[in-house]
Each structure stands twice: as C-alpha cells, then as structure tokens.
C-alpha cells in the first residue's frame, strides 16, 4: 500500500526567547492511503507542528516528510488535501453557504456544480438552515462544522484535521465522529490529532501516540491494546513510561 503521510527522523527546533526548545525529536510515521489514523497525545506534544510541517506552513529543521508521494519540501498537491485547523477562523459577514461558495471557486467548483456540493457538504457536516446565516452568529459547534465542510470542498483524497472534536459538547462530537466514519466509507485518508482517546478509538484503523515530541507508541488500536482492555490506561502508561525515561 502507498502512504498518502510519511516522515523519517522529523524534528524541530523553535527559537524562543533566545533559547533554542526541541518541539519534535525525531518523528517516523506512516499513514497508509485509504485509512483513517488518529494522531493522539497530550497538549503540547508537538501535534499541530507535525501538521503544519506535513501542511508546508512550517519548514522542519531536520528530517523529511511526504505528503501524497512529494517531499513537503516541494509544492505539495493542494486540491488533493484538505485541512480543518484547531481553531478555524472565518468572515463573520459571511454566511455558511457564502464561505463555501468562496472556498469551491478557488478550487475551480463553478455554478450547478459548486451549488451541489455545497448543498451536500451542508448536510453532510448537518448544518442544514444555519448555512443561510451568518458564520458571526455560530457556535463553536457550528464553526467547527463550516470549518469541516470547507475542508472537504474540494473532494480531497488526505483530510488533515488538527483536533476535530476539541471543545464540542457529546452530541456535536458524535456528529464529527460520523463524518470521519462517512469519510473513512468513502476510502479517504484522514488524519486527525485528539486527545479523546476512546472516540479516536472508535473511527480510527490505526493510531500514533506522541509525547513529548516522540512516537510512544504506533499500530492498529487491537494490536496495541490487549483483548478487554481499554485505550486509555494503555496510553497513560505509554505517555508516562516516557516521561519516566
Ligand atoms: N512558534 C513557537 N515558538 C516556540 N515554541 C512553540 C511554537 N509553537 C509551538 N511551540 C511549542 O511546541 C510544543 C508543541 O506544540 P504543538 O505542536 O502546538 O502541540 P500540540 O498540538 O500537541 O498541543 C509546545 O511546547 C509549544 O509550546
Ligand atoms: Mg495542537
């Protein structure tokens, strides 16, 4: 099988204040086209910046990584990704449909076309009459669920979404649950960051656990976690053998 997200030996470096901090210490992964794998570990653990070394918005300082077969050191196949940010930020003097409208045409969606997809995104994400709204009066649920549908405008093959379910009440996480269960039916492939283990647990094929800027831990969820057991003492254990390192 092809890997749609590699890296070998990714690390990086941040200046702060004058002080050089190791974010990322040497990262190898492998997302698997077609699968759907969740990216999990505690806040801090570098997530977001493996993201957006994989989204070319940040330059690594060691290492390599591949995105759909190119070196992320190269123009990466924009129309072939989609990507939800932790915080997704949009026009508030826009409406849903409005923004979708916006997002469709820069990736060349026009008239009847554009309109379908959009109309199914819509319903898709279930934002249904609130995409006739303003995106300034939305929730945070509902933000998340533009921000989705936005991402998946261009009928990607890789959906990068950087913690899906972060701060949505149960019922709005369970909808995004479906929509990475529709998306894994669909054959995309999908990485997704969280810090809810026993959701992840449920939509993912395989997981990655990081902490600290390292890989603690990679495979399929049942290979990792014996018969009976639960994800979450497994990761504890896993988070906190490194730390103890
Ligand atoms: N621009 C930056 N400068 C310095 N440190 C940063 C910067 N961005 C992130 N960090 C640090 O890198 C670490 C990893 O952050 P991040 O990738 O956002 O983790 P996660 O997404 O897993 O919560 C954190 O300790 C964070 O404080
Ligand atoms: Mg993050």
Redesign the pocket.
């Known amino acids: 099988m092809a890997a749609a997200i590699e890296t070998i030996g990714l690390t990086m470096t ?1 200046r ?1 204040r004058g002080q050089f ?1 190791e ?1 990322l210490k040497g990262i190898d992964l492998r997302v698997e086209e077609g699968t759907a794998c969740a990216f999990l ?10 993201m957006h070394i994989l989204l070319g918005f940040l330059k690594q300082t060691g290492g390599e990584a591949w995105v759909l077969g190119t070196n992320v050191k190269q123009a990466i196949e924009r129309q072939r990704i989609g990507y939800l940010p ?1 915080r997704p930020q949009s026009y508030p003097f826009l409406t849903g449909n409005e923004l979708l409208d916006m997002a469709g045409r820069i990736f060349g969606l026009r008239g009847r076309k554009l309109k379908e997809r959009r109309q199914d995104l819509v319903e898709m994400v279930g934002l249904n009459d609130a995409a006739r709204r303003r995106i300034g009066t939305y929730s945070r649920g509902m933000l998340q669920r533009i921000g989705m549908a936005q991402a998946l405008i261009n009928d990607p093959d890789l959906v990068i979404l ?1 913690e899906p379910t972060g701060g949505l009440d149960p019922v709005a996480r369970l909808d995004v649950r479906c929509i990475i269960e529709t998306l894994r039916g669909l054959k995309k492939t999908i990485f997704f ?1 969280s810090h809810e283990l026993s959701e992840a647990e449920l939509v993912c094929d395989h997981l990655v656990i ?1 902490a600290n ?1 390292r890989v603690v831990a990679q495979g399929a969820a049942e290979e990792l976690v014996g018969d009976g057991e639960r994800l979450e003492p497994y990761f504890l254990k896993a988070i906190g053998a490194r730390r103890a390192a």
């Open positions: 941040y702060h901090v974010v570990g505690p806040n801090g653990s570098g997530k977001t910046t493996v932790e950087d960051s990081l800027g």
